[in-house]
C-alpha cells in the first residue's frame, strides 16, 4: 500500500509514518531497514549519534528501491553545533548513508546553556536548505521558549519538530506552540516511553487497561491503537523495532478509525512525567560524543 503523507510547512511531503532505528546496533540494523522498506515504510529516522548512519544507506541500496522513494532523515548532534562545524557534520552523515541530498536535517537537541552555538547550527541549516542539499529543516526536543527564540533569531520556520510524545507525557503545551507556528510534530517513542519511563506505578502503556480496553473493541493491538491516536491527532509518528511482526504490527494501523471519545479517554492519560531527558539539561559536558568521519 502507499503511505498517507503529510505536507510540511515549505511544502514538502513526508510520510505519515516513518521507521526509528534509535538504540538498533549496527548489526541488526541493515536487516531491519531492509524489512520495514519491504514492509511498506517509505521513511526513516536516524541520527548521528545513534552511530547507525552507514547502515541505513547500505539498507537503501540493498532495498532496490530508487532513492527518491525513500524519505532519509537524521539528526545533528551537539558535539557538532555551530555554523561551520554543523556544515561538516552535514557532510558526514550524507557520506555515511550514501546521499547527495539529505530529505530532513533536525538539530538533535536545543543545548540551552549554549544557545548561540543552537543559532549557528540552525543557520547552517538554512544555508544547506538554501543550496539544496537538504530539503527540510526542524528540530528535536525544543520546548516553546527554544522555539520562539529560534524563531525570532533566523529566517526559516521549522519543517517538524520531533518530541517525546505518547500517552502517559503529552506534551500539550508544545504540541499547541507548535500547531499555532506551523511546525509538524513527529513523535518519539510514539508507544509509551519504553525505554525511559521511570515510574513504576504507572508501568506500560501497553499493559494500560484503557488502553488495552480500545484495543479490543477494534480488534486491535495497544501499539496500534496508540499509533492510530497520534495519527488522527495530525502527528507523525515514527515507531522503532527490530523484530519483523511488530515492524509489520506498527505499520498495519490505516485502516481503521477511533471515536472522539476514544481519543480524548487517550489523552486523559497523560501523567506530565517526561521519560527522556530534561531538556534543559543537555549540555555538551554530560552529553558530548564525538562523531566520527564518513
Do not use: C
Not at 514538502?12 to 524489512?35: M, N, R
Not at 527490530?242 to 481503521?256: L, Q, S, Y
Amino acid at each position: 500500500m502507499s503511505v498517507p503523507t503529510l505536507t510540511l510547512n515549505n511544502g514538502v511531503d513526508i510520510p505519515a509514518i516513518g521507521f526509528g532505528v534509535y538504540q538498533a546496533a549496527p548489526e541488526e540494523t541493515t536487516a531491519a531497514v531492509e524489512t520495514a522498506l519491504a514492509t511498506g515504510y517509505r521513511h526513516v529516522d536516524t541520527a548521528a549519534a545513534y552511530g547507525n548512519e552507514r547502515e541505513v544507506g547500505e539498507a537503501v541500496r540493498r532495498s532496490g528501491l530508487d532513492r527518491a522513494e525513500v524519505f532519509l532523515q537524521t539528526k545533528v548532534w551537539i558535539s557538532d553545533y555551530g555554523y561551520d562545524a554543523t556544515l561538516r557534520a552535514f557532510d558526514k552523515s550524507a557520506g555515511k548513508l550514501g546521499a547527495d541530498r539529505i530529505d530532513l536535517l533536525i538539530l538533535h537537541q536545543a543545548l540551552p546553556g549554549e544557545f548561540h552555538l543552537t543559532i549557528a547550527a540552525y543557520r547552517a541549516l538554512e544555508r544547506l536548505l538554501a543550496d539544496g542539499r537538504v530539503r527540510a529543516i526542524g528540530v528535536s526536543n525544543f520546548m516553546p521558549d527554544h522555539l520562539a527564540r529560534l524563531l525570532a533569531e533566523t529566517g526559516v520556520v521549522p519543517a517538524v519538530n520531533q518530541i517525546e510524545v505518547h500517552p502517559y507525557f503529552r506534551q500539550s503545551d508544545v504540541l499547541a506552540f507548535d500547531s499555532g507556528h506551523g511546525v509538524l510534530d513527529q513523535a518519539w517513542s510514539p508507544i509509551g516511553g519504553i525505554t525511559f519511563y521511570r515510574d513504576g506505578g504507572h508501568g506500560s502503556t501497553l499493559e494500560d487497561p484503557r488502553i488495552l480496553g480500545i484495543a479490543r473493541a477494534h480488534g486491535r493491538t495497544p501499539a496500534q491503537v496508540m499509533l492510530r491516536w497520534h495519527l488522527q491527532q495530525g502527528r507523525q509518528v515514527i515507531p522503532k523495532s527490530v523484530t519483523p511482526a511488530r515492524i509489520a504490527e506498527n505499520f498495519d494501523v490505516f485502516d481503521f478509525e477511533l471515536g472522539a471519545e476514544e481519543l480524548a479517554a487517550i489523552d486523559a492519560l497523560d501523567t506530565g512525567v517526561r521519560g527522556g531527558p530534561e531538556p534543559e539539561a543537555v549540555t555538551r559536558e554530560a552529553f558530548g560524543m564525538d562523531i566520527p568521519e564518513a
